[in-house]
């Protein structure tokens, strides 16, 4: 059977054939996917943030909670022969962590800070990003989600993306419930908020004309205010808005303050039109974004857990998608990786191991030629050679 | 609502209750899990052998592949509403790896090395062991099986255990093919065989009574033969066999001698009658236990992969369950834990994380009350808080 044979053998292609959207990952990506992860986590966990692990699968009810309910048609159903009820592939880990926070840490004192990492499946790829089971690693801080802990969950965030080589980093910070109080704070109807918040997430300026005088200069506004998020502040500041819309630019005013002193290299954006795909979000939503990649790299914000009484407590958060991460992180160094001939004492290859080095000791007999010696760590990828008792490079 | 209420109210015991045999993994079980992982994965890696990461779940025939097949019935399946196929959740990650091998990285230079971590489920947890979701750890050598082989993939399993905290490993080894193999030098046919193995893996020494005297001798002496491995090989020797069988003996003993020589401190035992649970096994077979916790912590051992041309490939192979293991573990120190008041500048902290301290910062004013910020730093479980430019301890 020749090579193209083999791999048109229907076998071949039965063993070697994975769904759409699922794939195996190789050496080196696997491992510096794993490794990324470890890093990142370790900074969460380094400001206090306590890993908690959900298993994968639960029943459907408890993956379907509060604002989780959007990504029903996107979970994976399973039957539990055992319970036979309907269980779930979960699509996201936050609904997870937060249903640990409210039941059983319920009593761990607050704030509580949790981190987590793991895999999550969706039934349907996107057509811009068609992997179906991706690696996603966040942290949480419930019972309190204020000012301050706005500002520490960034920071652990841009630290996190920061220590894994990502570079050019920017926020962009969004405030979801801001038009609906403004629309609130100038009287407008469901009818009419509905049609401004559609809008201004279409970026829609023709659709504003259509608004009363008062009502457009203040939507344009605040459409072309998104940008810079100092010169955005400025703007809505301006605007001098009453009641509940007013807070929201303190808030925000005094979290870009914060973070531009904090992290002068980082771009600040703001987009106070958006409140598409922040929905469940109380309050600032942000996403980091990098110069080198397209597309987020990460996103958080602010939301809230139920308790079973029916009370609430509020918490913010930061979760990334490592396939995106992983675009943007430069390519590490090889491992320096040296090849001990199976006549070389267990002893060296122990001293290179304990010097940090991956060895890879021979099988067999080179019959003491260091040509196949050679041939033999070159075609296993090594970088060097251990021969006569010395570290060669190949 | 009272504490007791809360707890048996039905929508907090809907948002708590999981499947039977799965559970959240808490602080700080799960990053110990995690960290052993970690560990384990660096050792492995540190031998060469480098990390592939298959999907969580795949095409129902691909986890069905050869011997796996018998996890058929262990299996949770799924539909796949894009290729409206029936897909599986992976029961085990060793047909993962085989599929890789023979497939994506069929022309990779051998031996391939290969290592992975990852969850794995099951429809049925036993009841010993209930639980349904498991992380796998472990290693393959592919496309080379011999002594020295053998004696790599034991020496890494040992030196991932040990480097976990595991202390008092003992060595248990079988040679599946080893009771066929004498079966087929003594003559006896398939019906005898077939008693003879019931017999043997049951150490039903009554039933061995019905046999004629030869075979009756030669299959007392292997089943008393179990236990201490120098011993087991001076008997099996003594016993003089013809043929295959020889073949066994002499590729058992070499093994023993080079694990007691370059392991003295581990136990090595020999069960030279046993051949269930290593069916798909066509030589040596392994399983590693530690004094300190009851059942196996790992096993491992040679099979065959398969080419789509037919032809096959030998490896041998290791993998751990982290719940056995992690019942095995010695509990760490726990980390120190510093907590920087609110007032506190940002470098502090900083510093301390640099020199590897975890570090909570207050979110809120502690009104300058030293009272107050101990208070706090205790209930987050600090061990120490940054009071007048010092680190106290708690």
Redesign the interface.
Known sequence: ?TQK???T?P??A???????????????Y??L??ETV?SV?GVF????Y??????????E??LL?GPAAKNSDNM???M????R?V?A?RSDMTT?IA??A?????EH?R?L??AY???V?R??GSQIRPTR?FCQAGFELIG?S?I??QI?VIRVAIEGLTQVGLKDLSVDLTIAPFVPAVCADLGLDQVKTAYVRAALDARDVGALQELPTRERKVFEAILQSAGDAQEAVHTLKALAFEGESVMYVIELARLVEALAL?FPSVALTVDPGESHGFDYKIGVGFALFSKSVHGELGRGGRYQTS???GSHESAIGFSMYLDRVMNAIPVPEAKR?VYVP?SVS?DVAKNY?LEG?????G??DEDNSLIRAQEIAA??GCSHIHSNGECVAL
Chains 1, 2 share one sequence.
Request: aromatic share 8%; glycine share 4%; charged share 30%.
């Open positions: 059977m044979d083999a791999y053998d076998h071949y039965k063993q070697a054939l994975l769904p759409e959207g699922l794939r195996d990952h190789l050496p080196p696997a491992e996917e794993a470890h986590m966990q380094s400001y206090g306590e890993r908690v692990s959900p298993p994968l699968v639960e029943f009810d408890s909670i994976f159903r399973l539990d022969p055992e319970s009820k269980m592939l997870q249903r640990i409210s039941t059983r840490l319920k004192p704030p800070r949790l990492s793991g895999n499946l039934v349907k089971q309190d204020g301050q802990a520490e904090e308790f079973a009484d990786k199976h267990q191991r080095w991956c060895v890879i000791q099988l067999t075609s296993l």
